[in-house]
């Protein structure tokens, strides 16, 4: 079993901390020593240079200049990459 760098987030206190552990091991928040629950990998797709002049993404259906412009424009439609786990309050990760 390997150990994985993960988000916890503590049942009691709401604090998030990044911690080292095993997939199946139960953590402990160090500020109150409460049980902490794993919270879904985030990850961010960066899809690569955009050209000067931008381009039309057809998929969003705008002109978009910018990866910020673009994750915004993903946040208002409220989309998200295929393949992106959803956040625990059912929003996208964007």
């Known amino acids: 079993m390997s150990f994985r760098l993960n988000d ?3 049942r009691k206190c709401g604090k998030v901390s990044e911690r ?3 997939d199946k091991e139960v953590i402990h928040s160090l500020c109150c020593g409460s049980v902490m629950d794993k919270l879904p ?3 961010s797709v ?3 240079p955009v050209p000067i002049a931008g381009y039309y ?3 969003l259906e705008s002109f978009v200049s910018t990866n910020t412009q673009r994750k915004e424009l993903m946040r208002q ?3 998200c990459e295929k393949g992106a786990t959803p ?3 059912g929003e996208a990760w964007v």
Do not use: H, S
């Open 77 to 79: 439609r409220g989309v």
């Open 20 to 22: 080292l552990a095993k």
């Open 57 to 59: 993404d057809d998929n």
């Open 87 to 89: 956040k625990p309050d």
């Open 8 to 10: 916890y987030r503590c």
């Open 41 to 43: 990998p985030r990850f």
């Open 46 to 48: 960066n899809m690569g």
